[in-house]
């Protein structure tokens, strides 16, 4: 199915913009024509508009309500091998052509770089499968606020020792673009995102605890009720005090779903291109080898409707894949721009930006392992459902973060527990994972449920 334009779709006052899918591409065009009159070699533009509310309460009492509306062109240039870049706000003719100058002018004088250039034509896409991505949210302030207060009444409500909020938020969000390139790529599309988002206290003294949750999605039917995250946050909260100091041990370690995402980022982040062709990476040369055990499969789906991180083609118009990234602990497949491919001898694999919708799963997980099991798998060790610091080198591997959650004896949770470091080493981690649960999380463009991981440094008292 290909995507319609945006005039087709909705006029341009349903949607909220100030500018139609044909008035951009008019914009591109005009770039790009003036870029070929100058002597471009070849030439890329996008047009993009986004705009948006939020809104934020504390203790009752509305806060902030910010409107933000902003528009841009980009315009790259290339003269043979070089390559300049350069962008404006101002859509009108002479700034089209002042824009398109200054990114011709830094090509012209940049380093050359054989690597340099438009995707290969044969790796356009030319089919935009339609993701169901657009759904604005016809909020106004005084509903948003509504919304927000709800939330924030909703974790006090949860109990009397929630004395204090760092407040809540409702945002709602939506944009965008159309880009085109002088090999052919032609397309866009319109996108939101919307959430609901509080921060309570609970306790006073010298026993305070703080924690925080959201719901986040593209349409804002599909969004969690503001009293459900309110409550949620403050359980979360309340769980946290009387924390204690744990003295410095080796043990396993349950990350909690959102943060075992992290882990998964970790993976793409060292198997990505950029850091490849640096050999910067702790996983160098991994294609075909295993990297996760024999367990664990990792998808990558950018065809998945309202997915936050779908996508019919990425930031260079070229196509996107399902596929399977890890396939029974081994690597198939890097992160790979098309600079990053030519830099390493390889093919493109659409993912200029980065990951679309990367989902972890362990073929032993069962349906009923939920966290409860999960705790049970995990035995005598550590619940981890705060990491602090950002002490992950990715060139060694080399891990070491400040973290919080609870001490675990017996598969039940014990007591809370807080500033305490866990350390060890990224490949050793990812090797060591003993299970996954089936309580998955999407936490942005990456779903995973909790990750047990055999063994680690804990550091405290």
């Not at 998955?440 to 909790?450: D, E, F, L, P, R």
């Amino acid at each position: 199915m290909i995507v319609p334009h945006m005039s087709t779709l909705t006029s341009r006052a349903d949607t909220g913009f100030a500018y139609s899918r044909d008035f951009f591409e008019n914009l591109v065009d005009t770039a790009l024509a003036h870029a070929k009159k100058l002597g471009a070699t070849d030439a890329g533009a996008e047009a993009s508009e986004g705009c948006g509310l939020t809104v934020s309460v504390r203790k009752g009492e509305l806060e902030n309500v910010e409107r933000n509306r902003d528009k841009s062109l980009g315009v790259t240039v290339y003269v043979g091998h070089r390559r300049g870049n350069a962008s404006t706000s101002d859509f009108s003719e002479a700034a089209i052509r002042q824009t398109v100058q200054a990114a011709y002018d830094i090509a012209r004088f940049t380093a050359e770089d054989p690597m340099g250039g438009l995707p290969d034509e044969a790796d356009i896409a030319t089919e935009h499968p339609e993701l169901d991505l657009f759904h604005p949210w016809a909020i106004d302030s005084e509903g948003a606020a509504k919304l927000a207060l709800a939330c924030e009444a909703a974790a006090f409500a949860t109990d009397k020792r929630i004395a204090n909020s760092e407040g809540a938020g409702v945002s709602a969000q939506q944009s965008h673009f159309f880009s085109a390139h002088t090999h052919g790529f032609r397309g866009g599309y319109a996108s939101s995102r919307h959430s609901i988002s509080v921060a309570p206290i609970a306790g006073k003294g010298d026993d305070m605890q703080r924690d925080a949750w959201y719901s986040s999605m593209r349409s804002a039917d599909e969004l969690a009720s503001p009293e459900a995250v309110g409550r949620y946050a403050a359980e979360r909260a309340l769980s946290r005090l009387k924390a204690r100091k744990i003295k410095t041990t080796e043990c396993p370690v349950l990350f909690e779903s959102p943060l075992a995402a992290g882990l998964l980022g970790a993976l793409v982040q060292a198997t990505s291109g950029g850091a490849l062709y640096r050999r910067s990476s702790f996983l160098l040369d991994s294609l075909g080898k295993p990297v996760l055990p024999g367990h664990i499969d990792v998808l990558e789906d950018p065809f998945a409707p309202r997915g936050k991180g779908s996508a019919p083609f990425d930031d260079e118009g070229v196509v996107t894949h399902r596929r399977k990234v890890v396939d029974g602990g081994r690597l198939e497949g890097y992160f790979l721009s098309t600079y990053s491919a030519r830099k390493l001898g390889m093919k493109t694999t659409g993912n200029a930006g980065g990951s679309h919708n990367l989902t972890l799963s362990s073929r032993l997980t069962q349906p009923d392992d939920d966290l409860q099991a999960m705790l049970r798998k995990l035995g005598t060790g550590l619940f981890v459902i705060e990491l602090m610091g950002q002490g992950v080198n990715y060139v060694t591997g080399d891990y070491s973060r400040g973290a919080s959650g609870f001490w675990v004896e017996n598969g039940e949770i014990a007591f809370p527990v807080q500033e305490i470091t866990i350390a060890g080493n990224l490949k050793d981690m990812l090797l060591g994972i003993q299970a996954v649960g089936a309580d998955a999380y999407n936490y942005g463009a990456k779903t995973t449920g909790s990750i047990l991981v055999d063994r680690m440094k804990v550091a405290g008292a």
